[in-house]
């Protein structure tokens, strides 16, 4: 006799979702208790829809857990203007750590606000006219595009198209609104058919990630994203995108069924269906994501397992529609401009250096207070960067001069001094705040590039760019997977290095050396790049080589 298989049990977060759809808990009351310094675990769960995550510093658990909170906005293109900053501003300094952290999906974080400070930020953003609805949780995140400044009449277009999917994709529950504005603690009872008309009673599997790209840039790494839209113009008119699906970079250490993929082009659609398209994207990661293993419930693995064709027919069916072939289309590069630089419309814009995403002011630079006044004395919009950046824009060519001054004075480089691959590195938060993190990143990272920097002098090529990505646990958060160099923490103090991803964002790079200790860094990395250095093909950049020299090294049966 055969015996059944036994169904396998949905996750907790599935069970908390399909119990409270509200996404409620017991968050307005908790708020409000004097007495409680933390929100339940489950309760915790429910925030991250909310845009919160709950921490606690690890620095001091050794005289007990200091709870603290984590505060994402939603900010679509990353785009502010010269009073939502200032709103930012205001609140890291009052409630927060008094600084910004700049994510790698255009977003601004606050970290280390205690409870107490909580409410009163969270209806300070909402006041404002900004959200932090979706910014985490198993739903549709921040819609990233190009930050930098128009250079085609099409391309507001696009920062249109982002904004408008922004928010067709947001969740419609009524207690975000009630908790954090009102005050007021929902009862489930009263909204028991509350049923998400795009989500659902449960909402998604687990996160889904969405950004427009412009050719020839990919600063939105595309291929690293559940939905991407390639724009694809015909002289001075955006026609329509390129649609690929199916990207994602986090994995598990030691889970071969956990891995990085990229997403595959699917086809061709004018833009005005953008909206019904990435709904129907959506709808097919809600109904045939695995609801059971959240390590596997992203849309990739979907893709993985049924293929491209499946997707087409199934996406067909639920827009009414095939898409056209794709388009074509080629992505060259990805990075940021420092410096001043001209806009199409003849104003400035100045993009500025900002070490690991945070905003910060220190003894020799005083980066927050520099922005603040700039921002207050000319009022240029604000962009943020996927690379973790800051771009000021629309600025007049007669304050130019003044806000040199300005930078100036509080320390700031407005010509980016800084060398080039210190210029291209990019690092999550990790320790102290982040309760994922197996090693330090962002903390760790600057120092690691001053050791880098010192073997690429002695290796005679100082001016070599090297894109270059930590993080402190495999999740991939800063993007390492597509670095030509990462660093992926697994252990304290131990990091597996990976190499050959490429300048376009278009090629995963690989494993090269497991649980590499700090010590060990310069015996690792000295020899490697000595080695690029001669053996590489005119004008051949460090992850080129690396496919090229290292890949069939590493694919060798004994490393394998």
Request: charged letters at 25%; aromatic letters at 8%.
């Amino acid at each position: 006799m055969i015996k059944p298989v036994p169904e396998k049990k949905i996750s907790h977060n599935e069970v908390l979702k399909q119990n409270d759809p509200l996404l409620a808990g017991q968050l307005a009351a908790t708020l409000v208790d004097p007495d409680a310094d933390r929100f339940s675990n489950d309760d915790g769960q429910f925030l991250k829809f909310h845009g919160i995550y709950q921490q606690d510093d690890r620095d001091k658990r050794r005289t007990g857990k200091q709870y603290m909170f984590m505060i994402r906005g939603r900010i679509p293109s990353g785009i502010l203007t010269a009073d939502q900053y200032k709103v930012y501003d205001d609140l890291a300094s009052k409630y927060a750590n008094n600084t910004l952290r700049l994510t790698s999906r255009q977003s601004i974080q606050f970290h280390g606000v205690v409870k107490t400070g909580l409410g009163p930020l969270m209806r300070s953003i909402n006041e404002a006219l900004m959200t932090t609805l979706a910014a985490c949780g198993d739903v549709s995140r921040n819609v990233m595009a190009p930050a930098c400044p128009i250079t085609e009449s099409w391309m507001a277009q696009v920062h249109s198209d982002s904004k408008l999917l922004s928010d067709a994709l947001l969740p419609t529950t009524p207690s975000y609104h009630s908790i954090w504005v009102e005050g007021v603690q929902l009862d489930l009872a009263d909204h028991a058919d509350h049923d998400d008309p795009l989500y659902g009673k449960t909402y998604l599997p687990r996160k889904f990630k969405t950004a427009f790209a412009v050719p020839p840039l990919n600063d939105v790494d595309l291929f690293t994203q559940c939905l991407g839209f390639i724009a694809i113009a015909d002289g001075t008119k955006l026609t329509g995108y390129n649609l690929t699906v199916g990207g994602g970079l986090g994995m598990s250490h030691n889970n071969p069924n956990t891995f990085p993929r990229k997403a595959d082009v699917i086809g061709y659609l004018a833009r005005e269906e953008v909206e019904k398209v990435a709904k129907g994207v959506l709808t097919i990661h809600r109904d045939f994501g695995d609801r059971t293993d959240r390590k596997r419930a992203r849309l990739k693995y979907v893709m993985e397992e049924k293929g491209v064709e499946w997707f087409r027919r199934e996406l067909a069916s639920r827009i009414g529609f095939k898409l056209g072939e794709a388009r074509p289309f080629e992505f060259t590069r990805q990075g940021d401009r420092f410096g001043w630089h001209s806009q199409a419309d003849g104003r400035q814009f100045l993009g500025l250096f900002v070490e690991t995403g945070r905003i910060k002011d220190t003894e020799k630079i005083q980066l927050k207070t520099a922005i603040r006044k700039v921002v207050d004395t000319h009022g240029p919009e604000v962009r943020l960067t996927p690379s973790q950046n800051i771009l000021m824009v629309n600025i007049p060519s007669e304050a130019v001069d003044d806000i040199n001054q300005i930078l100036e004075e509080h320390g700031v480089a407005t010509t980016h001094a800084k060398s080039p691959v210190r210029s291209a590195t990019m690092a999550c938060p990790a320790l102290p705040t982040c309760g994922l993190a197996l090693a330090e990143s962002e903390r760790y990272l600057p120092g690691l590039i001053d050791r880098i920097e010192g073997l690429l002098e002695s290796s005679a090529i100082p001016q070599e760019e090297i894109i270059i990505r930590m993080t402190g646990c495999p999740n991939g958060c800063a993007r390492p997977y597509m670095a030509e160099l990462a660093f992926v923490g697994r252990a304290p103090g131990k990091y597996n290095v990976y190499v050959g991803g490429n300048e376009a964002g278009t090629r995963l790079n690989k494993l090269y050396q497991q649980s590499v200790k700090d010590a060990e860094m310069e015996t690792v990395l000295g020899p490697l790049l000595k080695r690029f250095t001669l053996e590489r093909q005119a004008d051949e950049r460090f992850g080129d080589w690396s496919a090229r020299s290292l890949w069939p090294e590493i694919e060798k049966p004994e490393n394998s």
